[in-house]
Nanobody, 125 residues
C-alpha cells in the first residue's frame, strides 16, 4: 500500500483545514487508516483512525469534537477535517495504514506498517 498525504498549510487559530490521504495498491477492505501528528522535538502521536470496512472511527481526546475522519471508497482516500484549529495542532501530519489492527492497538504507532510522507500544518495564534 502506498499512501500520499496532502492538504497541509498555514492557517490562523480557529480556522479549518482538510487533509487527504490517497491510497494506492491493494484493496483496503481489511485495513485501518490513521492519522498521526509529530510536533517539533516530540514523538509521533495518534490523532484519529477509521476502519475501511464499516467506517468505525476513533479519536484522540484532544481532537474530539474538532476533527472528523472520513473515507471515500471510490477514490481510496481518507480525509481529516480539522476545525477550530489551535496553535498546539501545529505539526507534521502523517497517514498510516495496516490490515487487521485490533481496537486496543489502533492508537499505537507500531501497529502500522505503511506510512505516507507527511504534510505540514502550521496554526498561527
Amino acid at each position: 500500500v502506498q499512501l500520499q498525504a496532502s492538504g497541509g498549510g498555514l492557517v490562523q487559530a480557529g480556522g479549518s483545514l482538510r487533509l487527504s490521504c490517497a491510497a494506492s495498491g491493494r484493496t483496503l477492505s481489511n485495513y485501518v487508516v490513521a492519522w498521526f501528528l509529530q510536533a517539533p522535538g516530540k514523538e509521533r502521536q495518534f490523532v484519529a483512525a477509521i476502519r475501511w470496512s464499516g467506517g468505525s472511527t476513533f479519536y484522540a481526546d484532544p481532537v474530539k469534537g474538532r476533527f472528523t475522519i472520513s473515507r471515500e471508497n471510490a477514490k481510496k482516500t481518507v480525509y481529516l477535517q480539522m476545525n477550530s484549529l489551535k496553535a498546539e495542532d501545529t505539526a507534521v501530519y502523517y497517514c498510516a495504514a495496516q490490515s487487521g489492527v485490533i481496537v486496543s492497538s489502533i492508537s499505537r504507532r507500531d501497529a502500522y506498517h505503511y506510512w505516507g510522507q507527511g504534510t505540514l500544518v502550521t496554526v498561527s495564534s
